[in-house]
């Protein structure tokens, strides 16, 4: 199971830096696990 979501991320960030898509069609998946982080900590997410 983590290898495939392993295999997933990097495919997926593969994707990103190869075709060079806009973050507001395909984010990279550090964009989103910063964004994640950054609501999580301003607590907005979770309100």
């Known amino acids: 199971m ?3 979501l392993l ?3 990097a495919v ?4 990103v830096s190869v075709q ?3 973050a507001f ?3 990279s998946p550090g964009l989103v696990v910063s964004r994640l982080a950054a609501e ?8």
Request: no cysteine.
């Open 20 to 22: 060079g898509y806009p």
């Open 12 to 15: 997926w960030q593969l994707i």
């Open 2 to 4: 983590a290898v495939s």
């Open 40 to 47: 999580l900590a301003g607590g907005t997410l979770l309100h």
């Open 7 to 9: 295999l997933l991320v």
């Open 25 to 27: 069609i395909l984010p």
